[in-house]
């Protein structure tokens, strides 16, 4: 019997609040596989089991809140564990473990090999020849052996498999959403991921093979059709524990401090067209898309150095500023907003802020992203405009001082000059950066040069020397 304990999951986290088993008492679980969801007062993440075998007792119900260190479950031997001892072991000892364990461990492994694809990796391994092989050696005792070796031989590939097999059933929300929104059957899609399990590439690539056809004869009614009634409508439902300390933190930001926001339109047609020019080289040798974010954090981070007050924190009656630019960035989960921090982000190049926005959104969204990796932030960037909106009024999260949000890139006709002063309207790519602040410490005179210093550094798009690629 081995116990499932709650890990520490950083340095200020004591606690955590199961909020979804992942296996149910009888299931075999491989080894690292997902056992149960947990939320803490940073991040929800998944724990694993630490070894492999059978899940014997759940300690903990959906909804409690134990201390780091407590037992969640307990994982005894069972199929999974004993499975390759016919092959291994002298015939005598197949019978023993067959014995207790033949009617129970078929029923666990053997829906989801049914259900899914995934038994093509297990076809290498050899578990039908290796049933045979204790049943040729004991020619004295073949009557006896006889009658329990097809059943002995049944769960083999099924142990086996679920050894190297996550439940391919399990998918994450965000995963879920976009098989939704692409209107792919998960049923239908094989997994590549670790144990099956399948990712978000399964889905894109189950996308693009099934849905081109479809689209162009669904694009004419989607154009015209109201967007499909949310099956909440008419429900409650309790908050989630991130759903909490989110809105404690934002009551007591807002009763703690005075906030208000500075909002400047900037034309960011160089970056554009700096961009155009070098996305798809950027791919290739970075193999991130090459998005408006990254100039928007470097050029808000750059500017962070010059203006202190902007990166720093109000403790009592001191001011505190920050040695370093560590930018938190707001990530949309379906559990709620969450904000990893990017470290030291003024001395980044392009190329690292896309690698490193892409994989910290991805982890954020999965469930993967370690608490200390959200800890620590000095200043948010947040795109409201990644959903369509010009600007919105973001609010501070203390200890922080400020927080920028990037609206929408739209191309409208704007005032330009040419070199000698010739005033025309032009179709330029702008954009409107808001500025919420803590008015305890920060002045709106400090807001209006922070954000000119954003504006003139975007507006003259020379990023060539930051690319990095």
Known sequence: MSEVVLPALG???????VTRWLKKVGDTVAVDEPLVEVSTDKVDTEI???????LQQILVQEDETIEVGAVLAVVGDGAAAEAPAPAAAPPASAPESAAPVEP??????AAPVAETPAPTPPAPVAAPPAAPAPVSPPAPVAAPVAPPAPVAAAPATPAVASESESDPNYVTPIVRKLASDMGVDLARVTGTGIGGRIRKEDVIAAGSQTSTPAASTAAAPAATSQAAPSPLRGTSEPMSRLRKVLAERAVASMQQSAQLTTVVEVDVTAVAQLRDRVKADFLTKTGNKLSFMPFFTLA?????????????TAEGDSIVYHDGENISFAVDTERGLLTPVL???ASMTIAELARQIADMAERTRNNQLKPDELSGGTFTVTNTGSRGALFDTPVVFLPQSAILGT?????????????SGNEAIAIRSMVYLALSYDHR???????SRYLSDVKMRLEAGAFEPNLGI
Do not use: C, F, M
């Open 104 to 109: 129970e461990a078929p029923a666990a492994p």
């Open 300 to 312: 808000a981070a750059e500017a962070l150095r010059a203006h202190p007050k902007i990166n720093s």
């Open 441 to 447: 410490i920060i002045d709106g005179a400090d807001a």
């Open 48 to 54: 694993p089991s630490p070894v492999a075998g059978v």
């Open 407 to 419: 609206g929408i890139v739209t191309k409208r006709p704007a005032v330009v000059k040419d070199a």
């Open 343 to 345: 470290r030291n982000t």
């Open 11 to 17: 340095e200020s986290v004591t606690e955590g609040t």
